[in-house]
């Protein structure tokens, strides 16, 4: 393994990183500093430094303070404050951030799930982007498409983020891993994109398995998330021992040679080749790629390895990623059981290499360039920790969280750089800097199976693996302890006189049972399948849109089958609240055939808890299920099965989609919170905005907590 | 070649880093410099200084006809056809000069690349040891002695292609030679960790490279290995991009800045 980089160092931020920039710095340099004459001054206030933690949850939060875990909130929480911080509905991080960013709820913001609905064709899209209203038109000649126009893609969040009010204000303000900021908006602040951020594949953490062994199939028949290459151990050179694998690593789409109006499919992405040597001991492999080689150990990571991606030949258009290998097995000569010895080699998603991303991920786009010149390379997909690969059965949990420890020290490396800037040359004076930090939400998700961090008393989770369980019972409590040695670190840094909020945009409560959304409202008689079907899905246009009343997309929505908005509407406006009170009695009246819990807690409509801006993009209904209760994946993308309420024998077992009031989040803040409480997400950005005396937007509901 | 880069060796670790390594831009100023002076005078000297004023004189005389008889199409190409034609003149003019300050002028540069390019490994890297085995010779039974405080973190790896590589790990900064071995062959190689900024040995070769890594002697031509490397950092340098790039800046922008600067005063006809 070679490691090249530089060591974290950091740099002042108003001047340029050390470093790496040569000549770009020093003319830039004095560019910049003419620009910054122009510039308004920074407000003489101390800075404010926010450290966002995604799912951090005020009960467990409460325990481990109580049992002395964690000393650095503890002491934060005494000498400022610590409060439950009220989420937004649906409670989903997309939403909640997004939330947080503009000061708006999601009617204000448009953002209202992880997946949104295209009303024309009733299909699952993002929501990151709006549904594409402007086809790319393209030359064709030969095999070879010339894009001329269209095909632009943008951010769909509205509103104004609190950056651009600050930044216009003079206040030099750093956003590091923001979620819901890709595709980047033009800001003139710094900001570095987070959850949201693809990877070199347009997806959310696309791996490749390279194996020998039989491909593995989950428990529950779904797809497995990543491409599974099964490759051929061979004998390079005939003396009877096999030495070599090779594999290929997809990246982007070949847009090239895709038509404009064609679907993508498995075999339109440009390949990267890899090799990998087996040493003859067959405990590690010598890997190259690109021009990079690493050698690792079974049981190790490479460091990151940079793969060229050929969109035209001979250079004219190509596309720079990073990838890092993970030697899971090197044992090849696989037998059919695959668990049994075998070559399994995982490849990560590839990432956009930071200092040169194949698509913008930063404002000014140069700053991601400017930060690896002083990290290194850094993950630039928006969710890092490889949780598909757990998912999909491919890491144990040792292989997770020896993963998860390298996001731990990228992100430790990048707060450090974060705040030694935010101290800069004026001790944080006029400066604000916010850091997110993803540990302990995925963490949640992932672990929370191996034992309940919030009930002492819980049934083991449908998913507990008992020998698993014995050694990671304890692995989401050493998240907390790590986000508490951060905000340690902040606070032993923090320039005198300087605000530290940390926040987070949710709770987590455990995820038993998964309801199946779209299964109940076919058994229910809203939903109608196309004759001769009773199970499907939308998206391959099974269901009968001339009988359907409702249908679920997304974690948390229905929507109503509305003449005039949907592709094929046959619910009158007039008929819309009659049937929204129909779906909501009755969900709110379901129980679970296990053991007769309440299945959803409350049913909110839209139009009653959200701003009018965009409350038209918005579902019509939003499920706040119960503790223990979450739709299921296979609904939210569409799909309609046999059974309304099932076992969740996923590993991502724990959750936040529910009811927002059983998963509030938490505020610290190192100045004494008042008294009153009942503080929500809209409010931190309040706060922030009336610190610096900067006037909120239009539309920005929040109250400033001080 | 072994005896000229030994030679060159010889000169520039006498003349170079008067003060150390740390004091880059000294030698990365003083030297391009004294090259763009030096090769100045030599230009002066070896090239045909009348030849090269007329070809120059001619150019200018026929882009103007170029401007003044623009309208004259027949009389803009023929103009163009000669300027052109003084153009190729004064290239001939230029290349026996080329010529003659070409290897001086490279081994200048290849000693500046080898004493400021790189930078030591972190003491706490891993770096690995690359072998290319000769053509036709196996990297299977080659091995590697390690000095004390130098371990074998990982490998080795050999390829049926003739490659066999290890991962190392040093106990504390420090340069430590490597032994690598087949059969009756041996050939040393020093990697360098952490310390002072230093001349930073990276490849052994005996392929025409070994002219551009002159910090180790080349590999034998009859050796079983082809080249013996480890990659390392470029140095950090100021105003200009890392490593051997920045070096290229400094040297191209000072030697020929001075060149063009002194020509007048030295007489000399560009």
């Known amino acids: 393994m070679s490691r090249f980089e530089a060591p974290p160092s950091v740099a002042p931020r108003h001047l340029p990183p050390k470093g790496g920039g040569g000549v770009r710095f020093g003319i830039l340099g004095g560019l910049l500093t003419l620009l910054a004459a122009c510039h308004p001054k920074p407000p003489d206030v101390p800075g404010v430094f926010i450290l966002g933690v995604d799912g951090m949850d005020p009960v467990i939060t409460q325990r481990l303070i109580d049992e002395g875990k964690l000393p650095n909130l503890a002491k934060l929480a005494k000498a400022g404050g610590f409060e439950s911080l009220a989420t937004v509905n649906p409670p989903q991080s997309p939403v909640a951030w997004s939330s947080f960013v503009t000061g708006m709820d999601p009617g204000g913001h448009g953002i209202f799930d992880f997946v949104h609905r295209d009303p024309k064709t009733y299909k699952p899209i993002s929501s990151a982007t709006p549904p594409s209203t402007d086809p790319t038109k393209a030359i064709e000649i030969g095999d070879t498409y010339f894009p001329i126009s269209g095909g632009a893609v943008s951010n769909n969040r509205g509103g104004v983020p609190f950056w651009d009010l600050l930044e216009k204000a003079g206040v030099d303000t750093e956003i590091y891993r923001i979620p819901g900021n890709y595709p980047v908006p033009d800001s003139g602040a710094k900001t570095l994109s987070g959850m949201g951020t693809s990877d070199m594949r347009g997806g959310y953490g696309v791996y490749t398995w390279f194996t020998d062994k039989p491909i593995p199939t989950k428990p529950d028949g779904s797809k497995l998330k990543g491409d599974i290459e099964v490759v051929t151990v061979e004998d390079f050179d005939g003396d009877g021992v096999v030495d070599n694998v090779h594999g290929t690593l997809k990246g982007p789409p070949d847009l090239f040679h895709i038509a404009p109006d064609a679907e993508i499919t498995d075999n339109n992405y440009l390949t990267a080749g890899v090799t990998f040597w087996l040493d003859k001991d067959r405990t590690s492999i010598y890997i190259q790629a690109g021009d990079d080689t690493a050698l690792v150990k079974e049981g190790e990571w490479s460091d990151w390895m940079k793969v060229s991606y050929e969109g035209l030949p001979h250079g004219v258009v190509s596309y720079d990623g990073m990838v890092r290998f993970y030697a899971k097995q090197l044992k090849p000569g696989a037998g059919e059981d695959p668990k049994g010895p075998g070559f399994a080699v995982y490849a990560s998603p590839v990432n956009f290499v930071p200092s040169n991303p194949a698509q913008q991920i930063s404002t000014p786009k140069t700053w991601s360039e400017d930060l690896s010149d002083i990290l290194g390379n850094f993950y630039t997909q928006g969710m890092p920790e490889e949780t598909n690969a757990l998912k999909d059965g491919m890491f144990d949990d040792d292989d997770y969280i020896r993963q998860v420890a390298l996001v731990q020290q990228d992100t430790r490396n990048m707060m450090e750089l974060a705040l030694a800037r935010f101290k800069g040359d004026h001790d944080g004076h006029g400066a604000m800097t916010f850091m997110y930090v993803s540990d302990i939400d995925l963490q949640c998700h992932m672990l929370w199976r191996h034992g309940d961090p919030k009930y002492a008393d819980a049934p083991h989770h449908p998913a507990w693996e008992e020998k698993s369980a014995a050694k990671h019972k304890l692995d989401i409590e050493h998240m907390y302890e790590h986000v508490d040695s951060l905000a340690g670190d902040i606070i032993d840094n923090l320039p005198k006189g300087s605000s530290f909020l940390l926040m987070s945009d949710h709770g987590f409560q455990p995820y038993t049972r998964d309801v199946h959304l779209n299964t109940w409202l076919r058994d229910n008689g809203y939903l109608v399948m196309k004759a001769g079907k009773t199970t499907g899905s939308i998206p391959t246009d099974d269901v009968d849109w001339s009988k359907t009343k409702a249908y679920n997309i997304g974690f948390n929505a229905i929507y109503l089958n509305e003449t005039g908005r949907e592709g094929q509407g046959i619910v009158a406006p007039a008929d819309a609240d009659a049937v929204m009170k129909a779906i909501s009695d009755k969900l709110l009246a379901q129980r679970d055939p296990k053991d007769g819990h309440v299945v959803v807690r409350k049913m909110a409509r839209s139009k009653d808890i959200y701003s009018k801006q965009r409350e038209a993009e918005a579902p019509d209904l939003i499920v706040g299920f119960d503790i223990g209760y979450g739709n299921s994946d296979q609904s939210t993308l569409g799909e309609i099965g046999t059974e309304e309420l099932t076992d969740n024998t996923s590993r991502w077992s724990g959750n936040h989609l529910m009811d927002p009031d059983v998963v509030p989040g938490v505020i610290f803040s190192n100045e004494p919170l008042p008294p009153a409480g009942g503080y929500g997400l809209l409010d931190v950005t309040a706060t922030v905005l009336k610190h610096f005396h900067v006037d909120p937007a239009t539309g920005m509901t929040g109250k400033s907590i001080y | ?270």
């Open chain 2, 1 to 270: 070649m072994t005896s000229l880069i030994a030679f060159l060796n010889t000169v520039f670790d006498v003349i170079l880093a008067p003060f150390g390594h740390r004091l880059a831009a000294f030698d990365l100023l003083i030297w391009p410099v004294a090259a763009g002076i030096a090769a100045l005078l030599v230009y002066k000297k070896v090239s045909n200084q009348k030849g090269i004023a007329a070809a120059k004189n001619g150019i200018q005389v026929h882009l103007l006809e170029i401007v003044l008889y623009k309208d004259d199409l027949v009389g803009v190409l023929v103009s163009t056809a000669r300027a052109m034609a003084q153009n190729g003149l004064y290239l001939g003019y230029n290349l026996g000069p080329a010529v003659v300050m070409m290897p001086p002028m490279t081994a200048v540069l290849v000693e500046l690349v080898a004493h400021y390019a790189y930078a030591p490994l972190p003491a706490d890297a891993t770096p690995l040891l690359e072998v290319t085995m000769a053509p036709g010779r196996a990297s299977k039974d080659v091995t590697l002695d390690v000095p004390k405080g130098l371990t074998v973190d990982a490998g080795p790896v050999a390829t049926p292609d003739g490659m066999a590589v290890w991962r190392l790990k040093a106990d504390a900064p420090g340069d430590y030679v490597v032994t690598v071995k087949d059969g009756a062959d041996a050939e040393s190689k020093t990697i360098a960790f952490g310390g002072e900024p230093r001349k930073i040995p990276v490849q052994r070769t005996n392929t025409w490279e070994a002219i551009l890594y002159p910090a180790e002697a080349p590999l034998p031509s009859d050796s079983a290995f082809q080249t013996i490397s480890t990659k390392v950092p470029n140095r950090e340098l100021t105003f200009f991009p890392d490593g051997e790039d920045g070096v290229l800046g400094w040297f191209f922008l000072f030697s020929l800045g001075s060149g063009f600067l002194l020509s007048k005063p030295l007489g000399v006809e560009l």
